[in-house]
Nanobody, 123 residues
Framework: QVQLMESGGGLVQAGGSLRLSCAAS????????IGWFRQAPGKGREAVVC????????YYDDSVSGRFTLSRDNAKKTVYLQMKSLKPEDTAVYSC????????????????WGQGTQVTVSS
């Protein structure tokens, strides 16, 4: 069964850091990009970062560029999202997702989703 599982969310004060993990299992091929999305209460889902499957490039949304860093452990088939200098506006449910193709900023292109993990940043 193909699945993604996030972990690492929690409550942190503004200015603090968290690291989220996205573990993949059941994938039989490696040509998939991993995107991280977030959805705050009462708001739509937004893409924050994507790791390309082809050249391993990473693309960041302007709202998180310079504060969030994506890394990958191929042996563990896990992608990590290191979040620093967190702001209250980063509060959201964060989900990772996979698309068999190039990176996309559109959630509808992604076919496999994790269950999401809550990140709460207090002011």
């Amino acid at each position: 069964q193909v699945q993604l599982m996030e972990s690492g969310g929690g409550l942190v004060q503004a200015g603090g850091s968290l690291r989220l993990s996205c573990a993949a299992s059941g994938f039989t091929r490696d040509n998939y990009a991993i995107g991280w999305f977030r959805q705050a209460p009462g708001k739509g889902r937004e893409a924050v970062v994507c790791l390309s499957s082809s050249d391993r490039s990473t693309y960041y949304d302007d709202s998180v560029s310079g504060r969030f860093t994506l890394s990958r452990d191929n042996a563990k088939k896990t992608v990590y999202l290191q979040m620093k200098s967190l702001k209250p506006e980063d509060t959201a449910v964060y989900s990772c997702a996979a698309v068999f193709g190039p990176c996309s900023w559109t959630g509808f292109d992604y076919v496999i989703w994790g269950q999401g993990t809550q990140v709460t940043v207090s002011s």
